[in-house]
C-alpha cells in the first residue's frame, strides 16, 4: 500500500489523511489483546490523568505488539515516502491511547498542538517539544461523532504557519495563535485505519459517549533535522515533507 495522490492533496490542504485498511486484522487483534491484558490488571485512578495525557499501558509502549503496528505495516513505508527515505526517527515512545465511555454530556471542544506543556503531560515549561507529524492507528471502530474521535480543525497547520511569520514562533509557548479557527471536523474511522497528521494541525479527542472503550496507537515521527530547525519548521509547514 502506497499513499495515493488525492491523500497527498488531502494532506497537503486540510493537514490530514485517513489511510483506510491500513494495518491487517492480525496484527490489530495482537495489540488488543496485550492492551486489554494490561488494563485487565487494573489501573490506579491517580495515574488516569498522567495515562490520558501520555500513554496508557506504559509497560507496552516499546513492546512489538506496538511497535509492529509502524514497522510490520505499510505506515512507515508511507511516513517516510513523505519526508525522504532515511530521514524519519520515533520522537519518543509510541502512545496507547485509550477513551473509556463517559456519563457526561460532551461540551465545548478545545484545540492542542503537541508538545506543549500541560500539567500532567511530562513536557517542560517554557519548551516546545514539536516534531514532524502524528501517525496513528485505529483499533476499534469509530462510526460516530462523539465516540472518542480524533477530532482536527482542517487547514490550521497552514493557518498557523502564516501567524508564526508574521509574529514569531516564541508566541506559542503564550498558547495557540489567537486566529479565527474553522469548524472542527470529528474523524470516523474503522479497525486497522491509519492516520497522517501534520505536527502544526490544531486536534483534540471529543469524548466518549458510544458504549465502548475507544482504542488508538499514535507515532510522533520526526526528520532526523528537526532540532536544528524546529522554529522554522513552525513558519514553513512543508520544509521537512520533501514528498509533497
Known amino acids: 500500500m502506497e499513499i495515493t495522490g488525492l491523500q497527498k492533496q488531502t494532506l497537503s490542504k486540510d493537514g490530514y489523511a485517513v489511510l483506510p485498511g491500513l494495518v491487517p486484522e492480525k496484527l490489530t487483534n495482537v495489540a488488543l489483546r496485550a492492551i486489554n491484558h494490561s488494563i485487565g490488571k487494573g489501573i490506579d485512578p491517580k495515574d488516569v490523568p498522567t495515562f490520558r495525557a501520555n500513554s496508557y499501558c506504559p509497560e507496552l509502549r516499546n513492546s512489538p505488539p506496538i ?34 465511555p463517559a456519563m457526561e454530556t460532551p461540551g465545548e471542544l ?60 516564541e508566541s506559542l509557548l503564550n498558547g495557540l495563535p489567537p486566529i479565527e479557527m474553522p469548524e472542527p471536523e470529528q474523524i470516523l474511522a474503522q479497525t486497522g485505519d491509519g492516520l497522517i497528521c501534520h505536527y502544526q494541525l490544531a486536534h483534540t479527542v471529543v469524548q466518549n459517549v458510544s458504549p465502548y472503550v475507544r482504542y488508538a496507537i499514535f507515532f510522533r515521527l520526526a526528520h532526523k533535522d528537526h532540532e536544528s530547525r524546529k522554529k522554522e519548521a513552525l513558519t514553513n509547514p512543508w520544509l521537512e515533507w520533501t514528498g509533497i
Request: positive net charge; charged residues 15%; hydrophobic residues 40%.
Open 67 to 100: 511497535i509492529d503496528l509502524l514497522h510490520k505495516t505499510p505506515l512507515w513505508k508511507i511516513a517516510e515516502s513523505l519526508v525522504g527515505k532515511g530521514k524519519l526517527r520515533l520522537a519518543g515512545p509510541p502512545q496507547i491511547a485509550l477513551r473509556f
Open 110 to 169: 478545545h484545540p492542542h498542538l503537541d508538545g506543549m506543556y500541560s500539567p500532567n503531560n511530562r513536557v517542560r515549561k517554557g519548551t516546545i517539544q514539536s516534531f514532524t507529524m502524528l501517525a496513528g492507528v485505529f483499533l476499534s471502530n469509530i462510526p460516530n461523532n462523539f465516540w472518542g474521535n480524533f477530532c482536527v480543525w482542517p487547514g490550521t497547520h497552514r493557518l498557523f504557519a502564516e501567524y508564526f511569520q508574521a509574529n514569531g514562533t
